[in-house]
């Protein structure tokens, strides 16, 4: 249906709202009606036939539900059931705009919008109407040969989001186990962005030391220091104009926080050894394995940091809540490692499928991706069996400790190694700690053991 005969019904309570939007479609529509009181919206739909409704998420009205949009969303369901409505919203509201689209909303759009993007979703969704149902959104970004694929609700879930708070510079943290896939979604988020012919810088600040990090982040002047033997300048000003991506944000001790907050809120560096600060532009991307609730204990992190960095936060799931897709991801890195090692395609029998969907990824999706690629390279046929899938966590790590006669000192190591690294969820920090051993240490045990 074109927009140009299309009658468009809004809903929102901000007078101002109601104009900008009036005033955009005046020329766009056939005819545009604004209504304030969502409370009239029955006698609306008697009286007129929209085309297309946009709701707004929030009203200060009787019905103090805290979520206002999905009360009127299904009132209007329930009243035209074929009605189609975006919903609108503001950015820390988006987790209730994906719960509006199960319950039936077109799309949502993320207040403040651009007016081409508002009037281009809104013609899509009328070209939409009354024909097939779209396909589900997916997002694909190409890093180190590995594609983000999913069909599950959690990662469509995740793809609305990113699709919609990409073109925005808000600024994101995303949440999840280690190998879910964050760095790869912050390069998505990017390669959507209105930043993406800009630099993408990612820095693991977890590992960086007190000195590092002022040196690594902010730069430094020649002599601020023992080895400054030359001038740097830090990440921050490399990815000016771009994005920063942050990982292991949690990790960061409370001083370096300090100093990142003041960054960010000043948009400013100031190299070591240098009084003189540096404009810089950029989109912040944070990731961290913690739970939000931890980052929320002042202890260990500052509530004002978390606030600064979490405009928008997208939480990556484990593979195992996510069973539908193992099959999907796995077929994927076959496909990827025959072409690399230059194998006949691969596939995988009923028995190599079972064990697939029988197993928990204490690693992840990182952890499948491994065990493709080994099973790729040792396997004698075309079609993988179970037997060819080696789960390290499985194989080398037992529930109990299995008696020492006769084992290996190394063997007893690799096996320490692997039921407290399981045992802290992939969590290489913690793990470490455990261990007595530093970040760096354990990472050699990890290669040398090939895990």
């Not at 897709?325 to 994927?332: E, G, M, S, V």
Request: neutral net charge; hydrophobic residues 40%; charged residues 30%.
């Amino acid at each position: 249906m074109l927009l140009k005969k299309a009658t468009v019904l809004i809903v929102d309570d901000d007078p101002d709202v109601l104009t900008a939007v009036k005033l955009l479609l005046k020329t766009e529509a056939q005819e545009v009606i604004t209504e304030k009181n969502p409370e009239n919206l029955n006698w609306l739909l008697q009286k007129n036939t929209p085309d297309l409704i946009l709701l707004d998420m929030n009203f200060t009205s009787a019905i103090n539900t805290g979520n206002e949009g999905l009360y009127w969303l299904r009132k209007i369901k329930e009243w035209k059931p074929d009605a189609c409505v975006i919903m609108i919203t503001a950015y820390g509201d988006i987790d209730l705009a994906v719960r509006s689209l199960k319950e039936g909303a077109a799309d949502f759009i993320v207040k403040p919008w651009h007016n081409d993007k508002l009037i281009d979703t809104i013609k899509d969704l009328l070209d939409k109407k009354g024909g097939p149902k779209s396909a589900k959104v997916t997002v694909k970004s190409s890093t180190s040969g590995t594609t983000i694929l999913g069909e599950s609700p959690l990662m469509e879930d995740v793809f609305l989001k990113v699709n919609k708070v990409a073109p925005t510079d808000a600024n994101i943290l995303l949440l999840g186990e280690n190998g879910t896939g964050k760095d790869l979604i912050a390069k998505a988020i990017h390669e959507r962005s209105m930043r993406a012919d800009k630099p993408f810088i990612k820095v693991d600040v977890g590992a960086l030391t007190d000195t590092l990090f002022e040196s690594e982040l902010f730069g430094h002047k020649k002599g601020a220091f023992t080895d400054a033997r030359e001038e740097r300048v830090g990440r921050f000003e490399d990815a000016n104009g771009g994005t920063l991506f942050l990982d292991e944000i949690g990790n960061i001790s409370l001083q370096q926080q300090a100093k990142l907050l003041t960054v960010l809120q000043n948009r400013q560096v100031t190299r070591l050894g240098n009084n003189k600060p540096t404009d810089i532009d950029i989109r912040l991307i944070c990731a961290t394995n913690l739970p939000l609730h931890e980052l929320a204990n002042e202890n260990r992190f500052r509530k004002d940091l978390v606030y600064r960095i979490n405009t928008v936060e997208i939480t990556m799931p484990p593979l195992r809540k996510r069973n539908t897709d193992i099959a999907l991801l796995a077929k994927h890195f076959a496909k990827v490692y025959a072409t690399k090692y230059l194998k006949a395609a691969i596939s995988f029998d009923e028995s190599a499928l079972q064990k697939l969907n029988s197993y928990h990824y204490p690693g992840n999706v990182r952890e499948l991706q491994y065990t493709i690629e080994r099973a790729v390279i040792m396997a004698d046929d075309a079609v993988l069996k179970a037997a060819d899938l080696i789960f390290s966590s499985i194989e080398t790590a037992p529930e109990a400790p299995e008696p020492l006669d006769d084992m290996p000192l190394s063997m007893v190591e690799k096996n320490t190694i692997l039921r407290v690294i399981e045992k802290h969820n992939g969590n290489i920090t913690r793990a470490a700690k455990e261990l007595g051993l530093t970040r760096t240490a354990l990472y050699r045990r990890l290669s040398k053991y090939d895990i």
